[in-house]
């Protein structure tokens, strides 16, 4: 079984760590990874901007980057979705697309039906917020959204159960959004802000040390503003706390 | 003020810290309302799959429907009329409330009439419109429009309320009391009720089949202007159609939970003449509806049976109020409606979201309302409507995100840069992202180096 | 060409939705172990109140909970010691100023606490609104569990008015505190009839 570790271009250049903890969990379950060097950007940010059309050359790139790969796993699901959900309307009937639309796992999920890991080995005695971040929540379906009518699931809260001596504390609600949402960030700058501002008052509310999410996009937008308003929380990837890389 | 710019209207809604959070929770006590009613039905996801359906298969046999839909209200007396803008709709009412020499019209709550505008319309004709649903009643006595479709006050406070309510009706000044206010508001109402000489009313189900209209309240607002003058005259769109009158046991299950989580509206009331010695009227209204059938990516859009669902759940109609939507419906369902209506000037609506997709998922019709948000912002770009500056900046990063070297070298100048950097030059007023946020500490490495010394190969 | 054939041909031009059929409702929907029970629980919590009496209490039940009223209006076959008589009067607005209306509801449903009233003999739909408090009686045996079951017993034929009436009339439109009586009844009691 052959992986492509597709990583985020934010992410390679600003969080190495939580890039370095992704790979070493794959790693774990002795996996042949790897890391094609040509990948930059699944054009995501451009595509919620509305130049989809202008980003079509990435999406190129991108499937002929990783088409070889049995499974291309990303600790990301915002750019997963993208690929999945979005790459759609420039690869019509393609094969090549098909094959990495079906192969294409966020690291969690990859873990959790693929591999379907049973065991972590690894302590994190800390109280843990989750971020269910809403493209993983809601498209990817990571866990089952409190306002649909299905038997409750959340494979990443599965997982982090897998780990030894932590505590997920209940957040008063569940999924709600951050204000991320890509360049909506900067767009509508004070209700994204408003909103990141509420999900850490929860998280502070609930006693959490830890918020840790599946998009590492999410966490940066609310790292910005713990940083800045000083408040006794940290951000983490998910993949640092399953992989013990903390 | 119309701006037609969500994040400048969003910006003074946010700025009073403590009332956008008072209407943020409100709202969300509604939504956790509607999540607990809707879960107290284990067929609920089979209900919304049902009425997305009806829906559906109605939209594509719409034409056969409205036939069917005249033919049988005329069998019964009702007289049926077509409009196919707001100005005719306008012109029609106003005409049979002149043939009636009516003079004061009671309303209930129709978002058709908003959007018509029929309130000025009539207004400058020599009629007077009471509005009599509680919260249209305070907006209209206030000269502002509904900022929700089902709770058009929910901007205000009980303050707000009682100070418009003494000036206007005379209730004691300091008196916010809901209940008091309520009180006063029904008295005062009883006598435009029992004055009037006609009752304008929304409708939410038209039935094929049966020829008759329904009408969901729960204040009665509708029932008695409905039923005391024996005029009544109901405004619909053509998209209110349903086929038959089993499939209103799929809509009035899934309305009022939706909506405020309810089961039922205290009233739904089914009419199907008029009042004895009276005239029952019915206009059918397109108005820019019929393009909606002629779009696969935003067909879906005309099934909304207006519970407001999608507005209480949306993070950021939460924390914007629906004023800042500067559109007759706010909130997701309203972005896609005048995105789809008036790209140019509604250009600002699709980007009022967070793609979140909360709404897609409380919709009880499945309108794919994230989707057609992302959709939206596609054609804008297509039309050359989005900014220049935007569409520079993003045709340059994939440019640059073309030539993996490049980026990556320019990143890393950027990782070594900054943090040598004084705070003023990075947060300066240009970095919209660092006003309430830091940005992130750089590392030495990139991933992409890292893995080339230490893994690669091993 | 008149306005309704140009709606009608925008509608035919091009339509691209798809027609999935319609689905039917035969044993759909969710059914109680005690509907009566989860009637009785579903008015409550709407504001309304459920009450199981005989035929014979009738009158003593409807004058001990309304003592102090003036104008008690009734169109009930069960209940005719009211001192209005709506159908009598021959404009609607004569009923104005009714305390309390006793009617005739055809059946209950258990999910939601309605309950369909449609009476051939009412004269005024109004009634049903514009009395201060009202009270629906029901033969106990007219109880469904859910809206699709609503809905079959329901002939739209010869019914030219009906309404599903659940609790008193209530209004939450300021600042979403709930207050019951907004312009219909202030009080709304279903009395089952064994």
Redesign the interface.
């Known amino acids: 079984m052959k992986v492509g570790l597709f990583?985020p271009?934010f992410?390679?250049?600003?969080?190495?760590?939580s890039?370095?903890a992704t790979?070493k969990l794959l790693k774990k379950f002795d996996l042949d990874v790897e890391?094609p060097?040509?990948?930059?950007?699944c054009?995501q940010?451009?595509?919620?901007?509305?130049?989809?059309?202008?980003?079509k050359?990435?999406a190129y790139?991108f499937v002929d980057t990783f088409k070889k790969y049995d499974y291309i796993v990303a600790p990301s699901a915002s750019c997963v979705t993208m690929v999945k959900e979005?790459y759609e309307p420039f690869f019509h009937y393609n094969e090549d697309y098909n094959k990495v639309k079906v192969s294409i796992y966020e690291v969690c999920e990859f873990l959790h039906d693929v591999l379907k890991i049973e065991k972590l080995n690894v302590k994190f005695p800390y109280k843990v917020g989750l971020h269910n971040s809403?493209?993983g929540h809601?498209?990817l379906r990571l866990g089952s959204?409190?306002?649909?009518?299905?038997p409750y699931n959340n494979k990443l809260k599965n997982l982090l159960n897998l780990v030894e001596e932590i505590e997920i504390i209940e957040l008063q609600?569940e999924?709600?959004?951050c204000?991320?949402?890509?360049?909506?960030?900067?767009?509508?700058?004070?209700?994204?802000?408003?909103?990141?501002k509420?999900r850490i008052a929860d998280h502070l509310n609930s006693k959490a040390e830890v918020i840790t999410g599946a998009d590492m996009s999410c966490l940066?937008?609310m790292?910005?503003?713990i940083?800045?308003d000083k408040k006794p929380l940290r951000v983490m990837h998910i993949t640092e706390i399953l992989a013990g890389e903390f | 003020m119309s701006l037609y710019n969500?994040?400048l209207k969003?910006?003074e809604f946010?700025r009073n810290d403590e009332r956008?959070?008072w209407h943020?929770k409100a709202l969300?006590f509604v939504?956790e309302k509607r999540?607990l009613a809707?879960?107290s039905?284990?067929e609920?996801?089979k209900l919304r799959t049902y009425a997305a359906q009806i829906k559906s298969h109605t939209m594509a046999n719409l034409d056969k429907y409205l036939l069917e839909f005249e033919a049988n209200a005329k069998k019964r007396g009702i007289k049926v009329h077509f409009a196919k803008d707001a100005k005719e709709h306008n012109e029609i009412v106003y005409k049979i409330l002149k043939e009636n020499r009516v003079e004061k019209v009671v309303k209930s709550k129709s978002m058709l009439t908003e959007e018509c505008r029929l309130n000025p319309f009539l207004e400058k004709r020599g009629i007077e419109v009471v509005d009599t649903d509680l919260g249209e009643r305070i907006v209209q006595l206030r000269k502002e429009t509904p900022s929700h479709i089902v709770l058009p006050a929910i901007h205000l406070k009980k303050e707000d309320v009682a100070k418009t309510f003494h000036e206007k009706i005379g209730t004691d000044e300091d008196n916010s009391d809901p209940s008091y206010l309520t009180n006063a508001a029904r008295e005062n109402l009883r006598q435009k009720f029992l004055n009037a000489q006609a009752g304008i009313t929304g409708v939410n189900f038209a039935v094929a089949k049966t020829g008759g209209v329904v009408v969901c309240t729960n204040e009665g607002n509708a029932d008695m202007g409905a039923t005391l003058p024996k005029l009544h005259i109901a405004c619909m769109g053509i998209e209110k159609i349903i086929p038959r009158a089993e499939d209103l046991g799929v809509f009035t299950r899934l309305l009022a939970r939706s909506a405020t989580g309810q089961p039922i509206t205290s009233y739904t009331s089914h009419f199907h003449s008029s009042v004895e010695n009276g005239e029952m009227h019915i206009v059918i209204v397109d108005n820019k509806r019929t393009p909606f059938l002629q779009s696969n990516s935003y067909k879906n859009a005309l099934n909304c049976i207006r519970c407001g669902a999608c507005m209480n759940?949306c993070?950021?109609y939460r924390?914007?109020g629906g004023h800042s939507y500067d559109y007759v419906i706010p909130g997701p369902i309203g972005s896609t409606l005048g995105s789809f209506r008036d790209p140019k000037i509604y250009k600002t609506l699709?980007?009022?979201?967070?793609?979140?997709?909360?709404c897609?998922?409380?919709c009880p019709v499945k309108i794919d309302l994230d989707s057609q948000l992302?959709t939206h912002?596609?054609?804008?770009?297509?039309k050359n409507i989005?900014s220049n500056k935007?569409?520079v900046t993003?045709?340059f990063?994939?440019w640059l995100?073309?030539r993996?070297l490049l980026?990556s070298f320019i990143?890393k100048l950027?990782?070594k840069t900054i943090p040598l950097l004084p705070k003023a030059v990075i947060y300066n007023k240009y970095n919209?992202?660092?006003?309430?946020?830091?940005?992130?500490q750089?590392?030495a490495?990139?991933?992409?180096?890292?893995?080339?010394e230490e893994?690669?190969n091993d | 060409m008149t306005s309704k054939e140009i709606i009608l041909q925008n509608i035919r031009k091009n339509n691209l939705v798809k027609d999935l059929g319609l689905p039917s409702y035969s044993n759909f929907g969710i059914k109680f172990d005690d509907p009566y029970s989860k009637f009785n629980q579903m008015l409550e919590s709407v504001g309304g109140k459920t009450l199981f009496i005989k035929k014979e209490e009738i009158e003593d039940t409807i004058f001990n909970l309304f003592s102090k009223e003036k104008e008690i209006a009734s169109n009930s076959l069960y209940f005719k010691k009211g001192n209005f008589f709506p159908n009598e009067q021959e404009d609607a607005h004569l009923l104005k100023n009714i305390d309390v209306a006793v009617v005739d509801g055809n059946f209950a449903v258990a999910e939601n606490a309605a309950v369909w009233v449609s009476n051939k003999n009412n004269r005024h739909r109004t009634l049903y609104f514009i009395a201060q408090n009202i009270v629906i009686l029901v033969d106990k045996k007219d109880i469904v569990h859910n809206m699709h079951e609503a809905y079959e017993k329901i002939s739209f034929e010869n019914i030219s008015y009906g309404t599903f009436i659940s609790g008193p009339s209530k209004t939450a439109d300021i600042e979403q505190s709930l207050v019951i009586g907004a312009h219909g009844p202030k009080s709304g009691y279903v009395i089952f009839i064994e």
Not at chain 2, 350 to 358: D, E
């Open positions: 990583i271009c992410m390679n250049e600003l969080y190495p760590k890039c370095v790979l890391y060097m040509q990948q930059t950007c054009g940010a451009m595509a919620n901007s509305g130049c989809s059309k202008d980003m050359s990435l790139k979005h809403c493209h809601r498209t959204a409190s306002e649909l009518n299905i609600r999924d709600e959004c204000g991320f949402g890509g360049t909506f960030s900067v767009s509508e700058e004070d209700i994204s802000i408003a909103m990141g509420d940066m937008h790292e910005g503003i940083k800045r | 969500h994040p969003a910006k946010v956008m959070h943020d969300w939504r999540d809707s879960k039905i284990p609920w996801e759940t993070p950021v924390r914007s699709s980007f009022a979201c967070s793609l979140c997709g909360s897609s998922n409380v992302y912002r596609q054609d804008l770009r297509e989005i935007k569409r993003m045709q990063a994939v995100m073309n993996p980026f990143s950027a990782r919209i992202w660092g006003k309430h946020r830091d940005i992130p750089m590392p490495k990139s991933f992409k180096e890292i893995y080339k893994f690669k």
